[in-house]
Nanobody
Framework: QLQASGGGLVQPGGSLRLSCVVS????????IGWFRQAPGKEREGVSC????????YYADSVKGRFTISRDNAKNTVYLQMNNLKPEDTAVYYC?????????????????WGQGTQVTVSS
């Protein structure tokens, strides 16, 4: 089970930290990713981290603003989002891959959290 939280309404330029608490998995055995889906748009990969923590991916649109991290002891993955823009508005999901895949293709991830809404607006 994955439980995402931390979304909300924030003004442009503001920050949010999303959390994804994972249960039923040993977190450090898995790649985990953050994805988002805006109304009328396809789900897209925002950031992911490989199971050995050696590799991270960021979509071009969030590079330099978002940071993914994990705390294996707490079975939690974070997405720190700074300098938020209106185009970051979406429902954000965390997901786990069980097959060894690492990357932004959401179709490769098997287990998903319920999503948390992020709205960036003045």
């Amino acid at each position: 089970q994955l439980q995402a939280s931390g979304g909300g309404l924030v003004q442009p330029g503001g920050s949010l930290r999303l959390s994804c608490v994972v249960s039923g998995f040993t977190l450090h055995w898995h790649s985990i990713g953050w994805f988002r889906q805006a109304p009328g748009k396809e789900r897209e990969g925002v950031s992911c981290i490989s199971r050995d923590d050696l590799n991270t991916y960021y979509a071009d649109s969030v590079k330099g603003r978002f940071t993914i991290s994990r705390d294996n002891a707490k079975n939690t993955v974070y997405l720190q989002m700074n300098n938020l823009k209106p185009e970051d508005t979406a429902v954000y999901y965390c997901a786990i891959d069980e097959t060894g895949y690492y990357g932004p293709n959401y179709r490769e991830y098997e287990y998903w959290g319920q999503g948390t809404q992020v709205t960036v607006s003045s």
